[in-house]
């Protein structure tokens, strides 16, 4: 699996430094770019275009809080394959209301319904928001162990989970 962190030369976390992690996007861009590197042999040519591609790649991913969350956790071997992550069993209880109302709207299409859906989950995303804050700013990639990992992908799993509800509305 390729290391994104890595490659834009950052310690892996939850989080980032947009502005340097940009800086060194352009950097990358400008240094990597295909059309500067055209009088060079095959080889360089074949090695640019790829750490281009890896450039642009991981800029994509570093950028989203989301996707590089799941970066993260799988670069950290937190995450099953897909399909056998589970969200925690309370919050399936937590969240039950929602699914109900949700059910409710698949019956009749009421603009009162949809906004208190809408505002179920909004206040599930900031209480879940408020639950990780912590390890999320003090998270030390030398010293982070199963517990903040765990807690990391609880969060990870309950924003998907939360995303697709959404959606649903």
Do not use: C, W
């Amino acid at each position: 699996m390729t290391d994104y962190f890595s490659f834009f030369g950052l310690t892996p976390s939850p989080t980032v430094d947009r502005a340097a992690l940009k800086k060194t996007f352009y950097a990358n861009s400008k240094r990597y770019h295909p059309d500067f590197h055209t009088l060079q042999d095959d080889v360089t040519q074949q090695d640019v275009l790829e750490k281009s591609t890896l450039n642009n790649q991981g800029y994509k991913v570093l950028a989203d809080d989301d996707l590089r969350l799941h970066h993260l956790l799988e670069l950290k071997g937190a995450l099953g394959e897909e399909g056998t992550n589970q969200v925690p069993q309370d919050f399936l209880l937590e969240i039950m209301e929602v699914n109900e109302a949700l059910m409710e709207l698949e019956f009749e299409d009421d603009p009162s319904v949809r906004q208190k859906v809408t505002g179920l989950i909004d206040q599930l995303e900031g209480d879940l928001d408020r639950e990780v804050e912590d390890t999320l700013a003090t998270y030390d990639d030398a010293t982070a162990g199963e517990a903040e990992l765990g807690v990391l992908k609880d969060y990870y799993l309950k924003r998907r989970y939360l995303l697709r509800l959404r959606e649903k509305i």
